[in-house]
């Protein structure tokens, strides 16, 4: 298994999301959205692209944790943590003190990013998202 700092690729991409039952996103919007990354993780077992997981925002105030996903097939065996490790890694090395740092949850891994020092936004206060159709 080889971590490696680079982009993933679009066809990558989108292979992954769906192998998690995440919606399809269009693929011109998908490669502008991976070019402007500030800092990718892609994982590669024999060839195929197994995970993956980036780091957005406006290298200022605001950094976002996106996109971490592993395949179904590999879960449960630390790639997601060491991911993490090394997102963080980045984010601590760039973002300056005073700098917001988040990420959106699947519902039921709240406890597993609060190992990486995230808290839940208080219910008088909760996030909100809207896709567009």
């Known amino acids: ?6 982009n993933v ?3 990558e ?4 999301r769906k192998s998690v039952g995440w919606w399809e996103t269009d693929p011109e919007s ?10 990718s993780v892609v994982v590669v077992e024999k060839g195929t692209v ?6 957005v925002g406006d290298k200022g105030l605001y950094y976002y944790i996106q996109d971490l996903i592993v395949h179904p097939g ?3 065996k630390g790639i997601g943590r060491k ?6 890694g980045y984010i601590e090395g760039n973002a ?30 909760p996030g909100m998202f809207y896709i567009k159709q």
Do not use: C, H
């Open 1 to 6: 298994m080889k971590y490696e700092e680079r």
């Open 9 to 11: 690729s679009v066809e």
């Open 13 to 16: 991409y989108q292979w992954l």
């Open 30 to 39: 998908t490669k502008k959205a991976l070019e402007n990354s500030l800092y």
């Open 50 to 55: 197994i995970a993956i997981g980036r780091v």
């Open 74 to 76: 590999f879960q449960s």
């Open 83 to 88: 991911i993490m490790g090394m997102l963080k």
């Open 96 to 125: 300056k003190p005073g700098s917001f740092i988040a990420l959106m949850a699947a519902k039921g891994l709240e406890a597993y990013y609060k190992e990486f020092g995230f808290q839940p936004r208080p219910s008088d206060g």
